[in-house]
């Protein structure tokens, strides 16, 4: 009873995930958002933090993955967050899914 199920792979973060990570939105301006959004982000991406009382900001151009999961995403759909369902799957079918079970 107490297993865990779902998702229990850890996340890998490229980037210092405790500094202010920011996003570009399509309405022209960047947005604050989580780690974990951030690493999913399919456009414009950057880290604001302050040093010496300035405040420092670079543009991150690491790799994009899948949201939840640690899978690179190769071709990004730009402005927003990727996710793997948008992912081309294939269905195949059991050999018994295309045959009657039961003829009269």
Partial sequence: MGE???STAKIIYDF???KDCQVWL???RW???T???FRSWGAGRRIVFY???EQVIEEYNGPIYY???NIVCKEPIDGGVQFISSMPRQSIRRPTENKFLYED
């Fill in 35 to 37: 780690p974990k959004d």
């Fill in 16 to 18: 210092p995930t405790e």
């Fill in 26 to 28: 399509n309405s022209g």
């Fill in 67 to 69: 949201w939840g999961t």
């Fill in 51 to 53: 040093a010496n009382g």
């Fill in 31 to 33: 947005h604050r958002t």
């Fill in 4 to 6: 865990k199920r779902g």
